[in-house]
């Protein structure tokens, strides 16, 4: 049973970081591009940042230059350093993965960017 797990939401002032983790469970995690997603209220879910297998990386424009994301094979884990926030920032972050025939999700965890 495939399972991903985020860690690390919550409230933050602007300007500040937080960082998101992900362990997966029952995927072969090597082969597997991650990414990271975000959907804030009424709008739809976009790509936050995407890692391949081999490390080459793909960030939304609205966070190029402010978060990263990096991967952990060994320990199954992708996480996404998030550091500049702003109030915009704010939203569910979703951890993904897809093989070729299916699409898995986490259940998300909330980042509130606000004074």
């Known amino acids: 049973q495939v399972q991903l797990a985020e860690f690390g939401g919550g409230l933050v002032q602007p300007g500040g970081s937080l960082r998101l983790s992900c362990v997966a469970s029952?995927?072969?995690?090597?082969?597997?591009?991650m990414a990271w997603y975000r959907q804030a209220p009424g709008k739809q879910r976009e790509l936050v940042a995407l890692?391949?297998?081999?490390?080459?990386?793909n960030y939304g424009d609205s966070v190029k230059g402010r978060f990263t994301i990096s991967r952990d094979n060994a320990e199954k884990k992708v996480d996404l350093q998030m550091n500049s926030l702003k109030p915009e920032d704010t939203a569910a972050y979703y951890c993904?993965?897809?093989?070729?025939?299916?699409?898995?999700w986490g259940q998300g965890t909330q980042v509130t960017v606000s004074t």
């Open positions: 029952g995927i072969i995690f090597k082969i597997l591009p």
């Open positions: 993904n993965t897809q093989t070729r025939s299916q699409n898995f």
């Open positions: 890692i391949t297998s081999t490390g080459s990386t």
